[in-house]
C-alpha cells in the first residue's frame, strides 16, 4: 500500500511537469489558441480523483511555480489555483458522478472562474486590457476535457493508483 503512495505522488506531480512543459513549448501560432491550459486540467483531474493525494496546498504550490515559469506577478495563479481547489474539493463527490459531457461544462465554468480571477488580479497590479480572447481558453479546457480524463483515467489504472 504504501509503495502506491509513493509512486502516485511522483506520477502526479510528473504529470504536472509534462502539463507545464507543454505550456510553454513554443507551438505553432495558428494552433496557439485552440490549447488548454494543461496544468489547470491536470490540476482539477487529480483533485477529483485522489483529493486526499492533491489538495489546497498543492494547488497553491503549483500556481506559484506558473507564476515563476510564466514570468508574472507571484500569487496570481497561487490565489487561482488555490480558489480552484477549494471549489472543487467542495463538490468532488458530485463531480465524480457526472456525465464526461457534463464534468466538461462543469471544468468550462472552473475554468472561467479561474480567469477571472487572473484577469482581475493582473487588472489590478498591471492594469491589462481587456480581449475577448482572455475567456476563449474556458471554453478550449471544457472541449479538451474529456480527452484529458480519458488520457489521465488509462494512465492511472495503468499504475494501479489508488
Given at each position: ?24 513549448i513554443p ?7 485552440f490549447l ?8 482539477i ?13 498543492a494547488?497553491f ?12 506577478t507571484?500569487g496570481?495563479?497561487a490565489l ?6 477549494y ?6 463527490h ?6 464526461l459531457?457534463?464534468q466538461?461544462l462543469?471544468?468550462l465554468?472552473?475554468?472561467l472562474?479561474?480567469d ?22 474556458s ?13 489521465m ?7 494501479s493508483?489508488?
Amino acid at each position: 500500500m504504501n509503495e502506491y503512495h509513493r509512486d502516485s505522488g511522483w506520477t502526479i506531480w510528473f504529470s504536472f511537469l509534462v502539463g507545464m512543459i507543454l505550456q510553454i513549448i513554443p507551438w505553432p501560432f495558428q494552433i496557439c489558441f485552440f490549447l488548454p491550459f494543461w496544468t489547470k486540467l491536470l490540476l482539477i483531474y487529480w483533485i477529483t480523483v485522489l483529493p486526499h493525494r492533491v489538495n489546497i496546498n498543492a494547488a497553491f504550490i503549483l500556481g506559484l511555480i506558473t507564476d515563476i515559469i510564466f514570468g508574472i506577478t507571484i500569487g496570481i495563479h497561487a490565489l487561482a489555483f488555490t480558489i480552484l481547489s477549494y471549489l472543487a474539493l467542495l463538490k468532488f463527490h458530485l463531480f465524480r458522478n457526472l456525465t464526461l459531457w457534463q464534468q466538461s461544462l462543469l471544468v468550462l465554468m472552473f475554468s472561467l472562474i479561474t480567469d477571472i480571477i487572473i484577469f482581475w488580479a493582473q487588472f489590478l497590479i498591471m492594469n491589462v486590457e481587456f480581449s475577448s480572447e482572455t475567456f476563449w481558453n474556458s471554453v478550449i479546457d471544457g472541449i479538451w476535457w474529456s480527452w484529458i480524463f480519458l488520457t489521465m483515467q488509462k494512465i492511472r489504472r495503468k499504475l494501479s493508483m489508488k
